[in-house]
């Protein structure tokens, strides 16, 4: 591995590839084994329990020049489909190319914290309808995430048009629990989360540290969380609930990996860090495609800075229109 989210890393040797949505990796194949075919196989790495997924294996065949043999190439051991070690060990194996090309050091003054909670949830029928029972929802700090209608994000933050969104996401959880602990679905409460558009406004080059922290609502599950219009640090990953009294003790500021979209371990967390200097309105979310749409998503609001090439451009005079 030589590469992760066009981020260059120190070479990785593995004969396994994790990548989840959102994500991409470039590998070098050291074409040393004897001259013939060989299959390269992949398959679905699904952590959440009791949820239905496609099983599918894909394969594609390796074949030397100059391979003589028509027999069919011997199928690879692959990894379970919920072998999260594996996943994990993949992970946090990987390390940025310090002094490569497009490395930036991890900024280490923070100016603005947040413990984010990501997992799935409930939302109640609407009033005055009939229902089967409650939906699938989803979540960040108890906020499931509602896109506007009337207006973009962007245009509003443009224009300075109020009541498209808020910015008051919070900075953690509104309410503190024991995170990964599956008893937390007895207490009924905690399954359902208020809808609203809310985000968070930060200034320009300013330093945002984000520790997402998976949650046993529903169940715990890898969660490939992107960022829009940044690519940052990746300091630490575990399991369980984050601790600072002993996490902060694992974050690498020496070499970390960077990247754009977080695969967030099941029932772990991981601790980001990017400077916010790209102007506009940038969301982060779920890149599991069913997710985005329950309301596993919010955005930042990143001010413009001191010059015309730190200022968001007005839009295009042709942009359609919402």
Known sequence: VV???????????????????GQTVDVLLTADQPVGSYYMAATAY?????????????????????????????????????DTPT?????????????????????LKVDHEMLVTIGLG????????SCKGPKLSASMNNVSFVRPTSLSMLQAFFFNVNGVYTTDFPAKPTIEFDYTNASINNYIPMLFAPKGTKVTKVKF????????????ILGVENHPMH????????????????????DR???????????????VPAGGWAVTRFTANNPGVWVLHCHLDMH???????????????????????????????
């Open 3 to 21: 590469s992760i989210d066009a981020r260059y890393t120190e070479p990785y040797v593995t004969n396994v590839v994790v990548t989840a949505p």
């Open 46 to 82: 699904a952590s959440a329990d009791g949820v239905l997924f496609d099983n599918t294996t894909t394969r594609g065949i390796l074949a030397y020049d100059g391979d003589p043999s028509s027999t069919t190439p011997l199928m690879p051991v692959l990894p379970d489909f919920n």
């Open 87 to 107: 996943a994990h060990k993949f992970y946090s194996n990987l390390t940025g190319l310090v002094g490569g090309p497009h490395w930036e050091p991890v900024p």
């Open 122 to 129: 409930l939302e109640p029928c609407p009033a005055n309808t």
């Open 205 to 216: 080059n300013s330093t945002v540290e984000i520790i997402f922290q998976n949650t046993a």
């Open 227 to 246: 960022l829009h219009g940044f690519d940052f640090h990746v300091l630490a990953q575990g399991f369980g609930n984050y601790n600072p009294a002993t």
């Open 249 to 263: 003790k694992k974050h690498n500021f020496i070499n970390p990996q960077m990247r754009n979209t977080i695969a």
């Open 292 to 322: 985005l749409p329950l309301g596993l998503a919010t955005a930042f609001v990143v001010e413009n800075g001191p010059t015309p090439e730190t200022t968001l451009p007005p839009p295009p005079v042709d942009l359609p229109q919402c």
